[in-house]
């Protein structure tokens, strides 16, 4: 269109309601992670397009249109500056031009920007976010938003609401065939969410450092941290669930951290680690197969059970036995692992690896020192001590909580002597500290323990409540152990759960008021929740996982050796009948009216005249059908008058009639048909007559 055009275009009211709902749509997603004070100016954007059609205020003049560009750029480089160059800074950036955009919308090209637009917000959302609900809201978004278009480009007096949507509606699931066509056969490439996102709300689930307290917080979180799906449903039991994590071997008398290493001793460690395989590890029994579909963490590490291996491609496996992605996890992150639940790990250990468990702070603690030692000499081995030393925890005045006290300076001493009370980092911490004391190697490690079944697909889920903390402590001939002194103090906690454990704790679930757990003793509700996690379950092993590796299997089982021409000839096959389906909704066939008897007793009355020599041309209307007849055939004069009438009545003037009287109407036509065949077969035998009389003498 022209901008001579465009100059006298006026959004019709019913476009502008549609693009408005539109943009409302597409930047609420986005408002959740903005900062507060974009939303507001979007909010403004929205008002001020709104006051702009009703004639209360103007366009952005050019001073305005500068300061809009100036303060976009004042925030591209605050936003850069604090939280980095990356999706979330672009999206704050691409959210801004959006709504500036739409108060200077003006030309219909202006509408079709901001409705392109439009597209590109809904598809930001799947870079976050690619649940089922947020499909079906982009669903829904991409229907508004053809609704948009389709407004755009009716009258100005159109403000036909229903049929507008009912056609968005149409569109929008004439897509879906061939939508799914493309995303099972088309090529698949490496995601655009792949990109690193930064969270405005910072890591999720444990971290590679642990003071006392900061695992206890995860215990006020009801949010999930992954799900487990067992290789033939053989799930252990409740209390052989730990969901191995990240190995915490430094210790300055407050926190534990995982040792960090240079790239260069990561690649030693990594080549130690492989040639040392077989003789740091000692298994038996059969393996447990199982698959971890793993919520967004910010970070590279993954979970297991003791001594996973990885058996999915883009994970490495530390020293420690701790597996790392190649890469952050910045989305659902699906992998599969194998574990022996019968092994040993380094029944020899290296003096660098034993220096490293055996160090404590020099000074601090004098009381644990001393305790450790009197305890030591009162057993005759190693695993005689580290049992004394739960027994202590279980006999002793030892409680369970997610609110301790406050510690001081002497934090080992003060929990084990007065306070004695804990979440599971103080009984992991003063454990790993009591063996130290004696000359026995331990570490912490820091995963999750238990989870919850869900029947429906038989998968367990594990919380960011079930965050957990216990040791390894190295016995001679046995390698690497596990123990928990939780397990000392709380049974129930790994028998049951930390559900049964804290149930009465007002501390446990306190972020998450309206929680799943929390609603969980309402049958029905939690029917509800379980079967809406199956789903979610299924939608990510089945349409979010769906990368190429999945898509060859695929075309294996339905191709057999997979070849280009084999694809090409899948993809033509699947879109030739995704487009016949929609071809089949498109071509409308019309339902049977009422005027359907009216008109094949008219094509009668023409059939009968045909056979005089009267027949009907292409193209011809009623009025002068009957008029060259009567031309023709005076004395059909009459009838044809009488029948040409009614016919026009019957068909272009009956509409409010009642089904009884347009029965009388049709039994009158038929009299008058009947008449008028009457009439017509005398003139028939004549023409038949003489039609033979020229063939003889021809």
Not at 76 to 101: E, N, R, W
């Amino acid at each position: 269109m022209s901008s001579k055009a465009d100059i006298h275009y006026q959004i019709p009211r019913a476009a502008l309601i549609w693009l408005l709902a539109a943009v409302v749509l597409v930047v609420l997603p986005q408002s959740i992670r903005m900062p507060a004070w974009i939303s507001f100016i979007a909010l403004m954007c929205i008002t001020w397009r709104i006051l702009i059609y009703t004639g209360k205020l103007d366009y952005p003049g050019r001073f305005i249109r500068i300061l809009a560009v100036l303060f976009t750029l004042i925030v591209s480089v605050t936003q850069i500056s604090s939280i980095g160059a990356g999706l979330d800074s672009a999206a704050v950036l691409l959210s801004l031009g959006f709504v500036f955009k739409l108060i200077e919308m003006r030309y219909r090209r202006d509408v079709y920007v901001v409705i392109s637009l439009c597209f590109v917000m809904a598809m930001v959302a799947f870079l976050y976010s690619q649940t089922v609900v947020t499909t079906l809201y982009v669903t829904i978004i991409i229907a508004v938003i053809l609704g948009a278009m389709i407004a755009t480009n009716r009258s100005l007096s159109c403000v036909d609401n229903g049929g507008t949507a009912r056609l968005a509606a149409v569109i929008t699931l004439q897509a879906l065939p061939l939508t799914v066509v493309l995303f099972l056969v088309f090529p698949r490439i490496a995601p655009l969410w792949a990109v690193p996102i930064q969270s405005g709300g910072g890591t999720t689930g444990v971290t590679d450092e642990m003071s006392l307290g900061d695992i206890s917080q995860l215990g006020r979180s009801g949010d999930l941290a992954f799900r487990v799906q067992f290789e033939d449903g053989a799930r252990p039991i409740h209390a052989a669930l730990y969901w191995r994590g990240l190995v915490l071997d430094n210790f300055d008398g407050e926190t534990w951290r995982r040792r960090r290493s240079s790239s260069y001793a990561l690649a030693a460690a990594r080549l130690d680690f492989d040639l040392d395989w077989q003789g740091r590890v000692s298994k038996s029994g059969n393996p447990t197969y199982y698959n971890i579909i793993l919520e967004p963490t910010q970070q590279p590490w993954l979970y297991g059970l003791q001594l996973a291996e990885p058996q999915s491609r883009g994970m490495v496996q530390s020293t420690n036995f701790e597996i790392f992605k190649d890469g952050l996890v910045s989305q659902r992150f699906t992998y599969d692992l194998r574990s022996f639940t019968r092994n040993q790990t380094d029944t020899f250990l290296l003096d660098s690896v034993r220096r490293r468990n055996l160090r404590i702070p020099e000074e601090g603690n004098e009381a644990s020192r001393r305790f450790a030692e009197e305890l030591r000499n009162t057993v005759e081995s190693d695993r005689d001590y580290a049992y004394t030393v739960l027994g202590h925890f279980q006999q002793e005045e030892f409680f369970y909580t997610l609110n301790p006290p406050l510690l001081e300076e002497n934090r080992i001493d003060e929990f084990l002597f007065n306070t004695r009370e804990g979440f599971c980092e103080h009984y992991a911490s003063t454990f790993a500290y009591l063996m130290r004391a004696v000359g026995i190697p331990a570490r912490v490690v820091v995963g999750y323990q238990g989870a919850e079944y869900n029947r429906f697909e038989d998968y367990l889920m594990v919380y960011q409540y079930n965050a957990h903390a216990w040791n390894e402590v190295w016995l001679e001939g046995e390698g690497w152990v596990r123990f928990d002194p939780t397990s000392a103090v709380s049974p129930e906690r790994i028998e049951l759960g930390v559900e049964e454990a804290l149930r009465n704790d007002p501390a446990f679930l306190e972020e998450s008021l309206f929680s799943d757990l929390r609603l969980g003793g309402i049958n029905w509700l939690n029917t509800l929740r379980l079967r809406l996690d199956a789903i979610e379950y299924e939608w990510n092993r089945r349409v979010v996982n769906y990368d190429e590796e999945v898509q060859f299997e695929l075309f294996e089982r339905l191709l057999g050796e997979v070849t280009e021409r084999k694809i090409l000839l899948l993809l033509m096959i699947m879109a030739g009948v995704a487009i016949v389906a929609v071809a089949l909704t498109v071509i409308r066939i019309q339902p049977k009216s009422k005027n359907d008897s009216v008109n094949r007793l008219y094509l009668a009355v023409c059939k009968e005249l045909g056979k005089a020599g009267l027949a009907r041309r292409r193209g011809e209307g009623p009025v002068m059908y009957c008029k060259r007849v009567i031309v023709a055939k005076p004395e059909l004069e009459n009838d044809m008058r009488q029948l040409t009438q009614l016919y026009i009545e019957l068909n272009y003037e009956s509409e409010h009639e009642d089904s009884k009287q347009m029965q009388i109407r049709l039994k009158e036509l038929r009299n008058k048909l009947y008449s008028l065949k009457l009439h017509l077969t005398p003139l028939v035998q004549l023409g038949k007559t003489a039609t033979g009389r020229s063939s003889i003498n021809s």
